[in-house]
């Protein structure tokens, strides 16, 4: 395992910001350097601006590449020939970062109107820079305004449509609409402009996941491990299609070899990652565990703290799992995923008419969110609503014909 230290880190910041012009890459989430002692606040400032623009997980923590050529994997930097064509800078783009970072910056704080207000000042300075299309792409799809996030990525493909991560990014905005064909032409396209391409495999599995093409979905997911053996996301991934098939001993072992590549956690990202697979093998005690520990180093993890509410609810601890949903909601107030596990943890308290209220909340922020349709028609059903509780829960069908899958990994009925 690669360890990086304090100043090689330094190091890569430093070439991050002069360099911004051609590093417009991938996730929502914080950038995760493992072994750099670096504070958290440097790198959501500073790193994230140049990493986390287009919305992959970025992850140095197993950032050891494997042997044969550059890959583009959930768990790395995205590779520059995988984030297009490379602009000369010019005085309007470095002003005009100036607007980036501070679009950043709220952006991990969860004002998304805010930082999309700096995006466009960024953006009327550099109106050719396919980067900015991609970080406003990115603060709206986190706000929940895809049709207006896939507008940008269109404009910033047609500006470079040599750009991997652009398709890729687009992909899994389309999946998150339903749009699954579409999705797959983009996913298609990435993995063609960048064959090395572990990110663009993965993503195109999760297609299948939700499309109950399980099979599709593990040979998408096999291949993604063969270009990225060292990056835990794709087993715990395998993991859960291995579960969805009814395989559950096959399934423990890839959470099993997830952990192991978890051996350390350096920071919240990676601790609400291990958890994540500690929640497949259903050890609800050393999830909860991770999720404490991320939540110490970062205690406004809207993620951290929307899993762990989801965790306790499960294991029946329901108003430590509200505190932990109302505090996500207190930093992220129309965040769809806190609000439909609010309510599932009202619906597990016997809650009907709140928890009912909860889920027409997140479904009013998304409007395709499967897994909430399917919970309101349980929540129906429980009040003796039969018409109501089929019609919501075809409708989860036929958004994702998994979700009854998913749903019954955990017992939930």
């Known amino acids: 395992m690669l360890r990086l230290c304090r100043n090689r880190a330094l190091l890569s910041i430093f070439r991050s910001i002069t360099m911004s012009w051609r590093q417009y890459s991938s996730n929502t989430r914080v950038v995760e350097i493992r072994r750099a002692h670096i504070p958290l606040w440097q790198i959501v400032l500073v790193l994230a601006a140049q990493f986390v623009i287009l919305g992959v997980t970025v992850d140095l923590a197993q950032a050891e590449e494997p042997p044969a050529g550059r890959t583009l ?49 960024a953006i009327k300075l550099d109106p050719a820079n396919p980067a900015f299309y991609g970080a406003r792409a990115a603060a709206r799809a986190a706000n929940y305004q895809l049709s207006e996030a896939i507008e940008d990525l269109d404009h910033g493909i047609s500006l470079d449509p040599s750009s991997s991560v652009a398709f890729i990014e687009r992909g899994k ?74 395989q559950r001993d ?62 306790r609810a499960l294991v029946g601890a329901f108003d430590k799992a509200l505190a932990d949903c109302n505090d996500a909601l207190q930093v992220r107030p129309r965040e769809a ?30 409007a395709r969110r499967a897994v909430s349709f399917y919970g309101r028609g349980l929540v129906k059903r429980r009040k003796g609503d039969i018409a ?26």
């Open 388 to 413: 109501g509780s089929e019609a919501d829960i075809a409708m989860a069908l036929a958004i994702s014909p998994s979700v009854a899958d998913f749903v019954a990994l955990y017992g939930i009925d």
């Open 250 to 311: 096959r399934a423990k072992a890839e959470y099993d070899r997830a952990i192991e590549l978890d051996p350390d956690p350096g920071n919240a990202f990676a601790f609400v990652r291990r958890a994540q697979s500690h929640q497949g093998k259903r050890d609800y005690d050393r999830a909860i565990q991770d999720l404490d520990q991320a939540l110490k180093l970062e205690p406004r993890n809207t993620r951290a703290l929307n899993n762990r509410c989801f965790v």
């Open 73 to 121: 994997s959930p768990c790395r930097v995205a590779p520059p020939a995988a984030l297009g064509g490379i602009r000369k800078p010019s005085p309007e783009s470095k002003k005009a970062y100036t607007f980036i970072l501070a679009a950043t910056s709220l952006r991990f704080t969860g004002a998304y109107d805010r930082a999309i207000e700096q995006i466009d000042q």
């Open 173 to 246: 905005i389309y999946t998150t609409m339903g749009e699954y064909r579409r999705a797959i032409g983009d996913f298609d396209e990435a993995i063609k402009l960048y064959p090395r391409n572990a990110s663009g495999y993965l993503a195109r599995s999760y297609v299948y996941l939700d499309t109950r093409e399980y099979d599709r979905a593990m040979e998408n997911i096999h291949q993604s491990i063969k270009l990225d053996p060292l990056c835990p996301t794709g087993f715990y991934v395998r993991g859960v299609a291995y579960d969805l098939k009814g």
């Open 337 to 366: 995923t806190v609000l439909d596990s609010r309510a599932f943890v009202l619906f597990k308290k016997g809650l009907l008419d709140e928890a009912l209220a909860g889920y027409d909340a997140a479904l009013r922020i998304n």
